[in-house]
């Protein structure tokens, strides 16, 4: 029984650890850049943290197309690979100093993001059995707080704790 769980890991759990790590990671980062970026306050991270919302919620009905096509590890695959080459554009558009640019390379990771959140609970009522969904679907949400756990110790450890957030966005003394 828990073998069955055990080989979910690699294409459903490690997967959305890692999506989730990131994400919950580098979503403040961003909004320390836009505000950087545009020379202005607050509304510069609302609009990065829009866009992306905005993406990932229009992403969802394309979203269940494309799994419907390529299958569960290639939707993963796929939200991951439009993840990580908006993250690589957002790089770029930090370095060349292109504030629209790094807008739209946000939208870009909430797609991704979208793909993959979409695809987590589809991929575990494909390959898990049934008497093991409820388990695995559980295990999932474990996996997901645990990533959120481990970013945010992980933004403490480089400085990026929710008070210096909140200081570096709203002018706050920490």
């Known amino acids: 029984m828990i073998a069955a769980l055990w080989r979910m890991v690699p294409c459903v ?14 979503s403040p980062v961003l909004s320390l850049v836009a505000v950087e970026l545009s020379g202005g306050g607050a509304g510069a991270a609302g609009t990065v943290a829009a866009a992306a919302g905005t993406a990932a919620v229009l992403t969802q009905l394309p979203a269940s197309v494309i799994y419907s096509r390529i299958g569960p590890r290639g939707t993963l695959a796929l939200g991951a690979g ?19 640019a790094f807008v739209a390379s946000s939208a870009l990771m909430g797609c991704g993001r979208a793909l993959m959140r979409m695809a ?7 390959l898990a059995p049934d008497r093991l969904r409820g388990r695995a679907t559980a295990l999932s949400g474990g996996v997901h707080r645990f990533a959120a756990v481990v970013a945010r ?6 400085g990026l704790g929710e008070v210096a957030l909140a200081s570096a966005l709203f002018g706050a003394a920490a």
Request: glycine share 4%.
């Open 13 to 26: 759990y490690l997967p959305s650890f890692t999506a989730t790590l990131g994400d919950l990671f580098t």
């Open 153 to 158: 110790l992980k933004r403490y450890r480089a």
């Open 120 to 126: 987590t609970p589809a991929s575990i009522r494909e």
């Open 82 to 100: 439009i993840s990580s080459a908006a993250t690589l554009c957002a790089a770029g558009c930090v370095q060349a100093q292109r504030f629209a």
